[in-house]
């Protein structure tokens, strides 16, 4: 019987996304991406071990979700390098021996089909070398400095996927040529070609999407909506409301959404009083059926005096990881006379966004007054309400 073994070059930073954290760890519907995309390939038939190749300094952390979510398949995972061609290469000194085809899937394309998977491993096992791909549908242009300069014929032109998936010693033999020539190659088909294997295509799928950008994250999280796991599992949705307040006082800072506001006055609390933060996370609580932030985080315990809400709010993701449940999206509104916070509600969306671990697009942030009215049209406190919806997988 044909077997392979997959490797999954694990290493992007996640820049074209603003990230700090490399894009495979992000949260879609309550897994990090890269789970996903494990237990995709894990469905294969064919597949009978899984490298991935991990940036360095994530290695722990990787290992730490293949023990968590129980990836049985994962034998090993090692540390990447500068290039995608160097993190396929460092896979391959790993691949065992008896292994007749490897196949290479991108991390961060969860939404593999593995009756696909399993017909590019077939039709590279009777050719030598295979890959998904999908007609190119949209007109092309040739663009150079914002200008268009030609339309490109696009009769013939392919959009390439993953995976690609080669006979062990041919992609080896590739690769070496490719480190002799000093060649380098946009993915492994490139490599084959400059080689003169032949690859065979194998009609993919537009739902093999990439995660590269926050609109792709943002889709991914609708499509795993409509068929999680393929398994059957459905979504359901629960609705949260949160609400907070806090006193202005002289001699605090001004804390919202864990940007720090240039005011004469700052929000009294046992915390650092993130009324925005506050209300989001009370209503995450409760729409996971958690009670709330006083239950969770009491002001009479001293470990919580002074912290960062945005420390408190990380927790509360756990909290409600562990109950199933992740954010769909969120609808926060704050109250305040004064000041001005639009400025300020881009800094506070990338924050809440990396600590949720969902795209921005996930988040809405609003201000209003009172028109003067009350103890916020005053200038006596400012407050805010949040409303969320978590999905959870049954």
């Not at 609705?239 to 202005?248: C, F, I, M, P, Q």
């Amino acid at each position: 019987m044909t077997t392979a073994a997959a490797i999954i070059p694990a290493g992007g930073a996640g820049l074209r996304m603003g990230l700090d954290l490399p894009k495979q760890y992000l949260q879609l519907a309550n897994l990090p991406i890269l789970v996903h995309t494990v237990r995709a390939l894990q469905r294969s038939s064919f597949i009978k071990t899984i490298i991935i190749v991990a940036p360095a300094e994530h290695l722990e952390q990787t290992r730490a979700l293949v023990r968590e979510f129980d990836l049985t398949l994962v034998d090993q995972v090692v540390s990447g390098g500068r290039t995608r061609q160097e993190s396929v290469w460092a896979g391959l000194q790993s691949v065992p021996e008896g292994i007749d085809l490897v196949v290479v899937h991108d991390g961060v394309r969860p939404l593999v089909d593995p009756e696909l998977v399993d017909a590019c491993v077939l039709r590279a096992a009777a050719t030598g070398a295979a890959m998904l791909a999908i007609p190119v549908k949209d007109t092309l242009k040739s663009v150079t400095d914002d200008v268009v300069g030609a339309t490109v014929d696009r009769q013939g032109l392919w959009q390439a996927q993953t995976p690609q998936v080669a006979r062990l010693a041919l992609l080896k033999e590739a690769f070496a040529a490719a480190a002799q020539d000093g060649f380098e190659g946009t993915d492994e088909a490139s490599l084959l070609e400059h080689i003169g294997a032949e690859v065979s295509v194998v009609m993919g799928s537009a739902i093999n999407l990439k995660v590269t950008r926050v609109d792709d994250l943002a889709l991914a999280a609708a499509l795993l909506g409509r068929n999680r796991e393929g398994d059957g599992s459905v979504t359901t949705l629960r609705v949260g409301h949160g609400y907070d307040a806090h006193r202005l006082v002289a001699g605090r800072p001004l804390v919202l959404g864990g940007v720090t506001i240039p005011c004469e006055q700052g929000l009294l609390g046992h915390s650092d009083a993130d009324v925005l933060l506050h209300a989001l996370a009370d209503a995450m609580l409760g729409a996971a059926g958690m009670g709330d932030i006083g239950r969770h985080f009491p002001d009479t315990d001293p470990a919580y005096k002074g912290i960062s809400s945005l420390v408190l709010l990380g927790q509360v993701v756990d909290k409600i990881a562990r109950q199933g449940f992740g954010l769909a999206n969120a609808d926060v509104t704050v109250i305040a006379q004064q000041p001005k916070l639009a400025p300020y509600f881009s800094e506070m969306l990338a924050n809440i966004s990396q600590t949720l671990g969902v795209a921005p697009a996930c988040l809405n942030l609003k201000a209003t007054t009172t028109e003067h009215m009350g103890f916020t049209g005053r200038g006596e406190g400012i407050a805010a309400h949040a409303v969320v919806s978590l999905s959870k997988i049954d």
